[in-house]
């Protein structure tokens, strides 16, 4: 992930946090087979369900920032440890269980993002209140959370 200005295209904001959710879920269904070894990607260690933590604490995070934003409020900063910390439950089994629980929690999410963002004009969608990237630059923003997703990768192929 980055903190540089996100590109953005002719692609709708809603369907870019839905299409990284379904690209989330889609690896997620095989990580039933992970053999409980890490992945290690840019000096970071990432596991199924460290993946699924930082994508939803992402959507939870900026899903705050906008929504203080459109009320005139200030942000609250996060105050998330992010991918620098490997908890003792990011290394448990990842269960069907999990999978359902992720899938539910993920899906949950972008249905919010894309009422939210299908709610807005294009105007409020590049001429975001407050300081920060646009809403538009923050939904293309969160499109890069397949990042995540990624480090685990699709493990129906073995690990």
Do not use: C
Request: a negative charge; aromatic letters at 8%.
């Amino acid at each position: 992930m980055t903190n540089e200005i996100p590109i953005t295209d002719d692609r709708s904001p809603a369907l870019v946090v839905t299409a990284m959710v379904d690209h989330v879920l889609g690896l997620a269904a095989t990580w039933t087979a992970w053999d409980g070894r890490p992945f290690q990607t840019d000096q970071r260690i990432y596991t199924p369900h460290k993946a699924i933590r930082r994508v939803a604490d992402h959507l939870v995070d900026h899903l705050a920032e906008l929504e203080a934003r459109l009320a005139g409020h200030e942000t609250v900063p996060d105050r998330w440890h992010a991918s620098a910390i490997t908890t003792p439950a990011d290394l448990a089994p990842f269960t069907e269980q999990d999978l359902e629980e992720a899938s539910s929690r993920l899906l949950r999410l972008a249905r919010i993002w894309s009422a939210r963002l299908n709610a807005l004009t294009s105007d409020e969608l590049d001429r975001s209140p407050g300081e920060g990237w646009t809403f538009r630059q923050i939904a293309f923003h969160l499109g890069g959370s397949v990042y995540y997703a990624d480090a685990v990768g699709d493990l129906s192929t073995g690990h």
